[in-house]
């Protein structure tokens, strides 16, 4: 086991409300380490859609993903904020009041006085449909995301759900693929609306192929695919040529270690107030996706409200005899400095 790392602030997860709150908690003075199970920073917006539009940061009117990603650690640049990726935190103990021991399964220890968790869905997984044998095709020619749109270029694409990541991809894909098709178990999608209107015009002109049905089987070998067998709504048979196939089932939510933290729960969330994102034990707050609370919205811009109120109940407990004095960062030169504008 390594030395203990000594940090005001340790923060579980790097997406984008852990990364903002390295910059809420840096304008109030508090160095910060992130741990994060991936081996990229960003979280979901890096792992799951990196290439997307997102379209309901304030001020942004479009950023992608990565964008976001890359754009948040310009932001928090002058905190200097130390990642330690591809581990995973398994224990907090308590050891002060408050005070915190974290380690991760890297065997790395820290010692805090504040725990941030912000760890989302806890460790995703991409939900594997029920098909014999897919293991064999996995990252070869199945694909549970799309890390990079190029690698899909000229492929004979199978697309399998009706959620919106089956819709989008479908509609981001197809003027890069050989021929896309979209198979749903029916005739009925979940998506949003506009984004079924596109598929559908998509397919009466011709530009790609609708099926319903359930995969039942696949062909090829060695890892390579050649094609799906496809069991219709009436029962019939039917193959459908392909060389790559990427099914959105969904993402299994496994909540991981959080369990164990001592930490209440709520179908896997947890709980807290919304004076400071506190949770029921005082020093560790929850920020982000993985919290809960009266009229929660799962969406990055209030992740970043909660990590701005969390940092200022935070530095009572970093600076228990410092007051605390509210600024704007266009008019204190004090917090300009410390962004090193000024
Ligand atoms: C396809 C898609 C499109 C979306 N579009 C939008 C949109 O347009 N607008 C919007 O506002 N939101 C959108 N979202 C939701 C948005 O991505 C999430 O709200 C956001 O990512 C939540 O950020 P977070 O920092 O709370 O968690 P996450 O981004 O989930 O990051 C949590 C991190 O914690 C890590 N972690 C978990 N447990 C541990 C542990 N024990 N130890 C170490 N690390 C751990 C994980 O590996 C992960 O990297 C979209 C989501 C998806 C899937």
Aim: aromatic residues 8%.
């Amino acid at each position: 086991m390594s030395e203990a790392i000594k940090t005001d602030v340790l923060i579980i997860g790097a997406g984008p409300c852990g990364l903002f709150a390295v910059f809420e908690l840096g304008l109030l003075d508090m160095k910060v380490h992130l741990v994060d199970i991936l081996d990229k920073i960003g979280g979901q917006c890096a792992e799951l859609y990196p290439e997307k539009p997102i379209y309901d940061i304030p001020g942004i009117p479009l950023v992608t993903g990565q964008g976001l990603t890359e754009a948040l650690l310009e932001q928090i640049k002058p905190f200097n904020p130390t990642f330690h990726l591809n581990e995973m935190v398994e224990s907090i103990e308590k050891i002060g009041d408050p005070g915190f021991r974290v380690t991760t399964d890297a065997g790395q220890v820290f010692e805090c006085k504040v725990v941030v968790v912000s760890a989302g869905g806890g460790s995703f997984q991409p939900k594997r449909p029920p098909v014999p044998g897919i293991e064999a095709y996995e990252n070869t020619s199945v694909f549970y995301a799309v890390r990079k749109m190029e690698q899909f270029r000229d492929k004979e694409i199978l697309i399998v759900g009706g959620g919106d990541s089956a819709l989008d991809w479908t509609l981001n894909l197809h003027p890069l693929a050989k021929r896309m098709t979209l198979l749903h178990r029916r005739d009925d999608f979940r998506a949003a609306p506009h984004s079924v209107e596109q598929m559908r015009k998509l397919v009466a002109d011709g530009k790609m192929d609708l099926k319903i049905g359930q995969v039942t089987a696949l062909e090829g070998a060695d890892g390579k695919l050649s094609g799906a067998q496809v069991k219709g709504s009436d029962n019939a048979m039917s193959t459908v040529s392909c060389d790559t196939m990427l099914p959105f089932f969904g993402l299994t939510m496994k909540l991981g270690p959080v369990a164990n933290w001592g930490l209440h729960l709520e179908n896997n969330l947890i709980p807290v107030e919304t004076a400071s994102f506190e949770t029921n034990v005082p020093g560790i707050f929850a920020i982000g996706d993985i919290n809960t609370y009266p009229g929660k919205l799962k969406l990055i811009l209030s992740g970043f409200h909660e990590g701005a109120l969390m940092a200022q109940k935070a530095h009572r407990y970093v600076y228990p005899d410092k007051r605390l004095v509210f600024q704007y960062t266009t008019s204190s030169s004090s917090l300009q400095k410390k962004l090193g504008v000024n």
